[in-house]
Structure formats: C-alpha cells, structure tokens
C-alpha cells in the first residue's frame, strides 16, 4: 500500500506562483507514474501533468503548459507541481496520484492511489 500526502496550496493573486508537493510513504520501493489532477466544483477531475517513474518524460495539459512543470525527487519520494503565472481558472483542488499508468498518463483511470487533496485558490 501506498500513502500520497499533498501540501503546498492556499491562495494566490493571478500572476503569482506556488510550488505542491506530494511525500509518499508505505511499499514505496518500487517507482510507479506520478500525476497531478485538479478538480473544481460542479466539474469532472481533469488531468494536470504526469511524470514517469524514472522522471524522464513529462506530459502536461493543453490550459497549463508553459505555465506548471511537474518533476520528482525518488531519494526522498516526492513528485513536486511549480506552478507559475496563476490564473483565476487555475482554482480547484488539486490531487496527487500514482500508479501503473494503464489508460494515459492524464486519464483517473491510470491511477489507484491518491492523496487528500490540497485547494488552490487564485484571485483576480
């Protein structure tokens, strides 16, 4: 078993940055995909970027590329989202997420883990 805890979020001014971070811990001795998804009220759970287990290939979002990189330490089990130049569409909460990556690298059903969710707030 797996446990993704996020941290990272709160509010912004659009234009702003934040850098989220997801530790995981339990059977962590095999690498697995990493992503992160973002979800916002009244709308389905949207693919933001994924990471290879190796950290080798990243695959991002049309809306946030340019913008969000996504990137991972395995020393200390950690995948990080920087997030840069903010928008208020941005706003949702976002989830980290692992697993065998069988349906997309930004498809929900690529992934069996997930952590709790942090919420991202950027205002105008």
């Known amino acids: 078993q797996v446990q993704l805890v996020e941290s990272g979020g709160g509010s912004v001014l659009a234009g702003g940055s934040l850098r989220l971070s997801c530790t995981a811990s339990?059977?962590?001795?095999?690498?697995?995909?990493m992503a992160w998804f973002r979800q916002a009220p009244g709308l389905e759970r949207e693919g933001v970027a994924a990471i290879d287990p190796r950290g080798g290939f990243t695959f991002s979002a049309t809306t946030v590329k340019g913008r969000f990189t996504v990137s991972r330490d395995n020393a200390v089990n950690t995948v990080y989202l920087q997030m840069n130049s903010l928008k208020p569409e941005d706003t949702a909460k976002y989830y980290c997420?692992?697993?065998?990556?069988?349906?997309?690298?930004?498809?929900?059903?690529?992934?069996?883990?997930w952590g709790q969710g942090t919420q991202v707030t950027v205002s105008s």
């Open positions: 997420a692992a697993g065998e990556m069988r349906m997309g690298p930004l498809h929900v059903g690529s992934y069996n883990y």
């Open positions: 339990g059977n962590t001795d095999r690498a697995k995909w």
